[in-house]
């Protein structure tokens, strides 16, 4: 892979956060994407989001797989710490990172091929372990390092960039982790900034597995008449289904609608959830209803974007997340002298013995 870097030349009247940064210290290499890639629009998101959130670069832990989206983290953040693993293991070295430091805020970014094909049995096991991370889903329905081929995201009946047909049903990432237990999960699409920019806020912040999954159209092999996940194919199917404003704590929640108009949902940091403009039938903290919601709106031939599915926090004294499932200590675990991480063979055969 190779990389360019931009100029460290900063306009003195670019914006800054509380942290005294612009976007442009949220920034990474100058990407190799080709030219309208969605995946480089998601980026812009990304980098986004974190600005305003005002979440410092070295605090965060960005990790990828193969494909083109493997190669996004290079592309924001620059400060952070990285990781590329091999072709579907990203969800794995996320937690490990995660269980060695759980204080690094975890954003992991994959594709369909990535998630849904080699490493779909990665992705089952991170949802269910509710591991504390963003898991992003840079969905274009193809593979498009190899030339172009259908992935398991494609839907049947799309055609390929040479005419093929693909006739295998598409495995769905917000179904599938809605029938996993995700607590988290939203779909959106590359080319609205505006909707997908506070969904990944709300994401970063979610405590426990949130997952987006983002229609981002490759260009080079899948934008064309006949592609369900094309740029103008995905204009003219559209469903907004919910509107969603992320809502920092101890900011009054402002919208232009009447009370009765908007729905509330407070997250574990005490920030909420503002839902607008949703169908007055629709519960966004019913799993079953959103379920079936979104086959329905499917059956319609409509992709349903927005924040689609969130888990309202837990009571006090419930731990739901990965470090409650596992009961680790609070301190991160990589910040503990050896002799306590390895007390040695006499603690390890005491420990052993509850299992026999």
Not at 61 to 79: D, H, N, Q, R, V
Not at 179 to 201: M, T, Y
Not at 302 to 313: D, F, H, M, P, S
């Amino acid at each position: 892979m190779s990389y360019i870097k931009k100029p460290r030349v900063h306009h003195p009247g670019l914006t800054r956060n509380r942290l005294g940064l612009t976007r442009r210290d949220y920034e990474g290499t100058m990407s190799t994407l080709c030219a309208g890639c969605g995946h480089d629009s998601i980026t812009a998101a990304i980098i986004e989001a974190f600005w305003e959130l005002e979440i410092a670069p070295h605090e965060v832990a960005k990790t990828s797989g193969i494909g083109c989206s493997g190669k996004t983290p290079t592309y924001f953040l620059k400060e952070a710490h990285g990781f590329n693993g091999v072709h579907g293991r990203m969800p794995s070295i996320t937690t490990g990172a995660h269980a060695a430091n759980r204080e690094l805020v975890c954003i992991g970014v994959s594709g369909d091929g990535d998630s849904l094909s080699i490493g779909m049995g990665q992705f089952a096991h991170v949802v269910r372990r509710n591991v504390d991370m963003l898991y992003i889903i840079e969905n274009n329905g193809v593979y498009g390092l190899t030339k172009g081929q259908f992935s398991a995201s494609a839907d049947v009946g799309s055609t390929a960039k040479r005419g093929q047909v693909n006739r295998e049903h598409p495995i769905d990432s917000v179904l599938l982790s809605l029938n996993l237990g995700a607590g988290f999960v939203a779909r959106s699409f590359s080319g609205d900034k505006e909707q997908l920019v506070p969904i990944l806020k709300a994401g970063l912040r979610h405590r426990g597995f949130a997952l987006i999954d983002v229609i981002s159209p490759c260009v080079t092999f899948n934008d064309h008449r006949g592609s369900t996940k094309s740029y103008q194919y995905t204009r003219d199917n559209y469903n907004q289904l919910v509107y969603a404003d992320f809502v920092p704590p101890a900011e009054e929640i402002a919208a232009s609608f009447e009370a009765g108009d908007v729905r509330s949902v407070q997250m574990h940091d005490g920030s909420r959830i503002a839902f607008r403009k949703v169908p007055d039938d629709y519960d966004p903290t019913d799993r079953d209803q959103v379920y079936g919601y979104i086959r329905e709106r499917q059956r319609a031939g409509e992709v349903a974007t927005g924040l689609l599915y969130v888990e309202e926090a837990p009571q006090e004294g419930e731990h739901s997340d990965f470090h409650g499932l596992q009961a680790t200590v609070d301190e991160p675990l990589s910040s503990y002298p050896f002799e306590d991480l390895c007390p040695g063979a006499d603690t390890l055969e005491r420990l052993q013995e509850r299992f026999r």
